[in-house]
Every structure is written in C-alpha cells, then in structure tokens.
C-alpha cells in the first residue's frame, strides 16, 4: 500500500516508475514493514493526511479495484489448478482415514501389551477390580457405582446399537470415552481395567459406524434420516467416509430418477432439456446443501464436493448433446440449440448460491455443438440468399412484414426511405432472426465468431452482386465463396445502381443495427451478475471495426461498378478507345471554323453521371453522402485512366505530330468542364481537382515543348466557364433564364440519345 501511496500524484492518478529504478527503490521502501514496531494505522495517516477527500476516493476506489482483480486472478487460478488441488485433498482425505485406523489399531495393540505385562487374560469387562482402583475423586460415583457402570457399559451399547437409537448411543460412548481419559490422567482405574474399557469403546464405535454405513446406503434412506446417519458417521471421527457416503446415495437417488426418463425420437429438445435440467441440478442443489450443513465450510469436503458436481455436469451435458443440441446443431437451428443451452445455464446458474460455479464447465462442453449451429445456419443463409439473386430482378421494393419460423410475427427494421430488392430483403430478415436467436449464446463468448461468420456471409453475397454486374463475368471464380452460383444480370443503370443500394444500405445501416443485440445494452442477459458482463468499450471497438470492414466489402463493389462504366465510356464494343491523342492533334488544320463544345466522351461522362444522380435521388434518400460519394468515384475512375493512359501522352508529347492551339483548347475545354460539372454536383474531390491539374500541366507542358506559350493562345478562364456552363445547361436540359440564372438543382431532366448523338455530330465538326 505504501509504494501505491507514494506513487500518487495530487490529482490521484497512478505515477509509473522507471524499470530500472522499481526494484531498489521498492525494496527500500519495503524495509518500513519489516519493523516489529511498525504501526499501520500510523503509517496510513501520515500517508493521507495531504490528500482531500476528491484523492481519498480516487485511492478508496482504486484500492477497490486493485482487490477485485486480485479476486478475479485468484479465481482464474484456482480454476486453472483445479483438478490437482482436488486430486491432493482427496489424498489427504484418505490419508486422515488411514490414520485413524492406525491409531485404533495401537489402541489395540497397546491393551493386549498391558494384558501381557500383567499376565492377565482379558475377556470382557466383567472383572473384579482391583482394591483399591476406585473412581477418582473429581468423579460424582462411588467406586461402587462405576464398577457397576462397567460392568454393564458393553450390554447398555448392545441394546442401544440393536435399537438403532443412534444418539444415545453416542453420548454412551462419548461418556465412556470421558471416564477413560478422566481415569487416565488420575491414575483411577488400573491399566488393565482401563485397557479394557477402551477396547470396548472402540469396537463398539466400529459396529455403529458400520450400522450407519450401511442404513446410509440404502437406496430407501432419504432426507432427514440421510443427513442424521452422514452426521452420526461423521461424529464417531470418520469424516471423509461420511461425505463419500453421502454423494454416493444422492447419486443413487439421481440414477434412480433418471429411469423414469426416457427421451423418445419425437420429443421436443427444449421439453426433455428442461425435464433433466430439473432432475440433475436439483439433486446437486440438494447435496450442496446437506454437505454444507453437515460439513461445513472445510475445503476437503467443499473440493470433493466440486469434483462430485462437475461430473455430474459433464454426465448430464453428454445426455442433452445426444439427444437435443445434436440434431438441431446439425441442422442449423440455432434457435433450439440456443434454447436448450438457455435452459441449462437458467437451472445451472442457480447453483451459484450454494458456492458451486459450474457455468464455465457447461458452456465449455455445449460449445463445440452450438459452433456447429452456427456455421450450419449460416450457411443457409448464404444458400437461401443465393437462391433467390439466382432470379432478382433487381427492382428494390419496400421489405414487407415477415414471419419467423417460431410463428412471431415481426415487421422489417426498413423504413419506407430504404428500400431493398427481393434477395438482400431474404438476407436482412434471416440475418435479423440469426441475431434474435444468438442472445442467449453471448454468455459463451461467441460474439467474435458470430461476427465473422456474417461477414463471411455478406463478403459472398456481395461478391454474387459484383458477378451481375456485364462486364464482371471473367471474374467468376476470383471471389471466395462465389464460385458455382448463378446469378441474374442486372443490365440497366438502374438495376445496377440497386446492387449498390443493397449493399450499402446493409453494411451501414441494417447489419450493424442487428449486431447491436450482441451487446450489453441489445441484450440484458448480465443484470444479474454485473461481474460476468463484457466491456462496453472493448464491444464497442469490436463493432466498429466489424462495420469498417463491411464498408470495406461494400468498396469492392464500387470499384466493379465504377471500373465497368469507366470502361464502357472509354471503349468500344470493338475495343478502340474513344478518348485517344487523335481526337486532339488532329484538330489543327483539319477544322476551318469550329462551335465549341466538350468532347463526346466528356458529354457522355457528364450525361451518365446526370442520369446516375437522379436514379441515386430516389434510392439513397437520406444517404446522399453514399451517391455523392458513388459518382465521385466514377469520374476519378475516368479521370485516372486518362492519367495513366501512357500511349495518350506518347502521342501527345512525342507524335506523330504535335499538339496545336485549337488541340490544346479543346483539351484545356475538356479538363474546365470536368471541373465544372463535379463541383456543382458536389461530387468535386481534393483528390479529382489535383489529378485534374496535373493533367493540364502536362497537356500546357507538351505544347510549351513546341517552342509557344500556351498562355498566349489560351483564352480566358472565364471564356471557358461559359462553355462548360452551357454545356451542361444543354445536356441536362435546363434552359437558360432571362436574367442569367440557371436552375442547377432539378435532377429530373435528362437527355435522350438523339440529342447526344447530335451533340457529338456538333463537337466533331
């Protein structure tokens, strides 16, 4: 306490010492208490007189602390030791047994001695003393009365044994052992007599104790008639036998009762769970009790008394394995395993009352069958879901209210606002009732694993959706988990933009709400041992990352989302590319009078981008960072490949001939309206607009290689603000206002193929 004191600070806080420094300094501050004259109360007074009381409670509380992580290692460690700690107290057990043999043996041995010594043959008590052997004088008798109880002790305990009145046939003995040692310490009655009176005390201690043995393990002796015979035994010095006595005719009594219970095919698992649940923890509750009346509190008798108990756990788990938790682990009802193994640890903790934690034994051997539940329900439903993307047509609807395979009704967590196709609405209902059912598991630190294997499950649900989208067909068997099931196309924008409305919506909002019942808060399964809770924060923390990970499934989506229509605009159906060098160098001298406009494939970046925002207005509501975040993507996807498109710049840069001023306009045109259309979109990234001028520094770079200014033949930033505002005025088809203004918030208006071609027919003239 001293080195705690003393490393506190004003604040209250615990001061760490240097490593090198701890060990002389503690054992100094050590020598204090090796003091004979060391006085605790005040050393401690000197040490709190300069704290307040805010620092006296910080200490209180963490002194508090300290000893409940004390008491926590100390359990930890008992348990971890446990089986040789039992093994060494039934040792010592026996070993007590076979001394008291020992000594009754010498007992005998030193009598027959004395009658050898005296030369007299010492058939029974009924001998004429010796003259002058009478009572000694702090005795109430007479010599003649104590002759006379001798002579009739052995015929008094005859007829008391023959009577089974135990009681008084152990205070007979127990006055018959005071006479001797009275007689013993004052030289009262002669060795010989004396001899005899404990050799009759002795033989007559052995016939009770053998008529108690054997009324104790009568399968007909219950109850109080039980506990009088375990504690007559226990009385006349034989301790150990008596306990062992004692579990072995509980143990009868539960075999006997367990006949009557005979589980058919057709019983139901929860039912014959808590039938034997009854029996087993009733008849261990019972012994608790009666060896802890009997015996008390001696850890001998309390360590047999585990050792007893978790054998009949580990029996009765095996039963409830066989014959309730195997078929439904085997089948993926984890409802019903988690019901059974529900039930157990209700009758199981119960226990606890009587001293006897024999939780941590039973969820260590139900834990192996309930691991089998979950990867079987599980993988139905990773089948079911993906039976069903088999034949989606990717048109998201409302989740309507289901019905749960234990007839519960329940409604969907989705609001009205997300909405989910047929196959990611099977999978949110299986996933919500997986997490409904898995509440009573958590006292068997299964959380992790659940979590892992609905990731599992959502990462091959995900990757199904990335195989419907065209142009991911190559890439069937480059995703875990999605080799061999077939899967629905989803051909239009709109379909397609529905894989990732499911996706997200399930990794940000609706499995993470369901993961939630896997803490504290979800489910109140702790409340009546706040000790056994886990820590919010460390669950916390867990769940974050299990949701950072989700997003993380949820990006491999986006990037085959965005790479596919990235790819699209860029290419043909034949392979050429539509944004080449030519398009740009062969302008000069090749055009006499031009109408300036972006480049087809920049009008169709722009056009596709419009469409997406305005079919993401209706399926994101609410989540417009996710749309904003989606179109962002698409455009730096674009962007990116002209970027790294090194045969562009060879051309651009090299040949076979040189970029002019119209081709550097154009360009320069192109990269504006980028810019333009991303920022009012507000989908314009730190990351777009620095890829973006790094592009025309190369382009302004390639064209100052001629030996020009580009500068000099570059009109106004303004020039090209204009064009790019008209031209998105154009293809989104807003018309322009009288005063100027122009309305850049409809998302309704499109652009037909028409009027895109003859945009195109304009630029390319």
């Known amino acids: ?5 003393s490393s ?18 503690l054992e100094e501050n050590l020598n204090i208490f090796k003091s004979d004259k060391f006085d605790a109360d005040g050393f401690v007074n000197s040490k709190c007189n300069s704290l307040n009381e805010k620092e006296i409670r910080q200490l209180c509380s963490y002194l508090l602390d300290l000893k409940k992580a004390s008491a926590e290692e100390m359990r930890r460690s008992v348990y971890a030791n446990y089986t040789a700690f039992i093994r060494t107290s039934k040792e010592i057990s026996d070993l007590e047994g076979e001394l008291l043999s020992i000594r009754n043996l010498l007992s ?15 058939d029974s008590l009924s001998v004429t003393l010796p003259e002058g052997s009478g009572l000694s004088p702090d005795l109430d008798r007479d010599p003649s009365d104590l002759e006379n109880w001798l002579i009739e002790f052995p015929d008094i305990l005859d007829v008391l044994l023959a009577e089974r009145r135990v009681e008084e046939a152990l205070s007979t003995l127990d006055e018959g052992d005071r006479i001797a040692s009275e007689a013993k310490g004052n030289n009262s009655l002669s060795p010989v007599v004396l001899a005899s009176l404990q050799t009759a005390i002795t033989e007559c201690r052995q016939r ?3 008529q108690l043995s054997e009324a104790a393990s009568q399968p007909t002796t219950r109850g109080s008639e039980l506990r009088a015979a375990i504690s007559a035994l226990k009385k006349l010095g034989d301790g150990p036998h008596a306990h062992t006595l004692l579990l072995q005719a509980h143990y009868q009594r539960l075999q006997s009762n367990m006949q009557n219970l005979r589980p058919s095919s057709t019983s139901y698992g929860g039912a014959y769970t808590a039938a034997i649940s009854q029996l087993v923890f009733s008849v261990i509750a019972q012994t608790a009790t009666d060896s802890n009346a009997i015996f008390g509190k001696e850890p001998a008798y309390i360590s047999e008394l585990v050792m007893w108990a978790t054998k009949q756990v580990e029996d009765f788990a095996v039963l409830v394995k066989r014959h309730a938790l195997a078929s439904s682990a085997a089948a993926g009802g984890l409802r019903a395993a988690a019901e059974c193994v529900q039930i157990a640890l209700g009758h199981c903790t119960l226990l606890e009352a009587r001293g006897l934690a024999l939780c941590p034994v039973l969820l260590k051997l139900f834990r192996p069958s309930v691991e089998q539940a979950l990867d079987a329900n599980l993988k139905r439903i990773e089948e079911s879901t993906a039976a069903l993307a088999a034949a989606d047509d990717w048109d998201l609807s409302n989740s309507p209210a289901v019905t749960r395979l234990s ?5 969907s967590v989705t609001s009205h606002h997300h909405k989910l196709s047929s196959s990611a609405q099977r999978f949110n209902v299986m996933v919500q009732d997986f997490f409904e059912d898995v509440g009573p598991l958590l006292s068997m630190q299964l959380g992790g694993k659940m979590l892992e294997g609905l990731f599992q499950v959502f990462n091959s649900y995900v990757s199904m959706l990335i195989r419907a989208l065209p142009g991911s067909m190559e890439e069937e068997g480059s995703y875990e988990g999605s080799g061999g099931k077939i899967v629905r196309m989803a051909e239009t924008e709109a379909q397609q933009m529905a894989l990732l409305a499911n996706a997200s919506l399930l990794a940000d909002e609706l499995l993470p709400r369901a993961a939630m019942k896997l803490t504290p808060q979800g489910q109140n399964i702790y409340k009546d041992d706040p000790r056994r809770r886990p820590s919010g924060q460390n669950r916390n923390t867990e769940q974050r990352e299990w949701k950072r990970r989700l997003a993380g499934i949820v990006d491999r989506l986006k990037d085959s989302f965005c790479r596919q229509h990235a790819l699209d605009l860029i290419f043909t159906e034949e392979g050429d590319s539509h944004l080449t060098a030519d398009m740009y160098i062969h302008m000069d001298g090749n055009v006499e009078e031009i109408e300036w406009f972006p480049s087809p494939v920049f009008q169709e970046l722009y056009a596709k981008l419009y469409r997406m925002s305005g079919i993401a207005a209706e399926m994101f509501v609410g989540r417009e960072r996710f749309s904003t975040m989606l179109l962002m993507r698409l455009t730096e996807t674009v962007i990116l490949w002209l970027s790294e498109d090194q045969t562009f710049w060879d051309d651009i840069e090299e040949g076979p001939r040189p970029l002019g001023p119209l081709g550097l306009q154009q360009f320069y045109l192109d990269m504006k309206f980028v810019l333009s259309f991303a920022a009012q979109g507000r989908y314009l990234s730190r990351n777009l607009n620095r890829v973006v001028n790094e592009i025309i520094s190369k382009a302004l770079a390639a064209f100052a290689a001629t030996g020009v200014d580009p500068y000099a033949v570059l009109p106004e930033d303004e020039w090209f603000g204009e064009i790019s505002q008209d031209a998105i005025d154009r293809l989104s088809g807003k018309p322009r206002i009288a005063n100027g203004e122009r309305d850049l918030s409809s998302p309704t208006a499109s652009v037909s193929a028409q009027s895109i071609s003859s945009i195109r027919s304009h630029g390319s003239s």
Request: proline share 4%; aromatic share 0%; no cysteine.
């Open 8 to 25: 506190r600070s004003r604040g209250g806080a615990p001061v760490k010492a240097n490593s090198k420094e701890t060990g002389p300094k």
């Open 1 to 5: 306490m001293s080195s705690k004191l």
């Open 108 to 122: 005998t041995q030193a009598t027959i001695i004395h009658g050898l010594a005296d030369g007299v043959h010492v």
């Open 208 to 210: 009770l104790a053998n």
């Open 407 to 411: 007839g519960r009704s329940t409604t």
